[in-house]
């Protein structure tokens, strides 16, 4: 089975700073994805970006970008030039490239942007 | 084009009684999952249908959740004999899996409150 921990429950950062949130998985497979989902007040969860894990580039996403680490088993997300369109809970999650393939998430990051 | 859908957005129910929330998945797209979204359980997994091939049902918590997919498109998914541990928002998600393309796009939920 999967895990994914998310270690920050809440972060802040003012707006046109940067931002980084953390993200550490558990699992036995090889190939896999990674996804960082942001969920706004308004409940719909939107997709941020995603890592296909045979890819060694990371995945970057106009002012979002990720750290792929296979080998530590991590995957943060870092935001640029933050707006205050950003706050919202940000979810990571994993899915196996083979059989179910259903999202195991972290248990999110609050993050607010101060104006 | 349109996104997944769902209906009702909120939905309030007696303990007891039986509830249907419905999901309405982007055209085309042939897998659909439904996930479960509540305080203390954070994001799970309840069941995945992919096509003509029987569901997976094994995030469903008990026998009173049960969900079908009608002509590989709508799916509803039940709760008979509502129970107050059940309130929380169902989220449902669709995608087209493709290799090394699959991505999960989400509705904007269905919040269950059950008194």
């Known amino acids: 089975a999967q895990t994914v921990t998310q270690s920050q429950p809440e972060m802040s950062v003012q707006e046109a700073e940067t931002v980084t949130l953390s993200c550490t998985y558990d699992t036995s497979e090889n190939n896999y994805y990674l996804f960082w989902y942001k969920q706004p007040p308004s409940r719909q969860m939107i997709l941020v970006i995603r890592q296909e894990a045979y890819k060694q580039q990371n995945a970057t996403e106009n002012r979002f970008s990720v750290n792929f680490q296979k080998a530590a088993k991590s995957f943060s997300l870092k935001i640029s030039d933050s707006q205050l369109g950003d706050t919202a809970m940000y979810f990571c999650a994993f899915m196996k490239d083979t059989g179910r393939r259903a999202l195991t998430f972290g248990s999110g990051t609050r993050l607010q942007v101060q104006p | 084009g349109a996104g997944v859908s769902q209906s009702p957005s909120n939905k309030v129910t007696e303990k007891g009684k039986d509830v249907e929330l419905r999901c309405d998945p982007i055209?085309?797209?042939?897998?659909l999952y439904w996930y479960r979204q509540s305080l203390g359980q954070g994001l799970e997994f309840l069941i995945y249908?992919?096509?003509?091939?029987?569901?997976?049902k094994s995030g469903l918590p008990s026998d009173r959740f049960s969900a079908e997919r009608t002509g590989g498109s709508v799916s509803t998914l039940t709760i008979q004999r509502t129970q107050q541990e059940d309130s929380a928002v169902y989220l449902c998600?669709?995608?087209?899996?493709?290799?090394?393309?699959?991505?999960?796009?989400f509705g904007p939920g269905t919040r269950l409150l059950v008194l």
């Open positions: 249908f992919q096509g003509n091939s029987a569901p997976d």
């Open positions: 055209s085309g797209h042939t897998a």
């Open positions: 998600a669709s995608s087209l899996v493709a290799e090394g393309r699959e991505t999960q796009y």
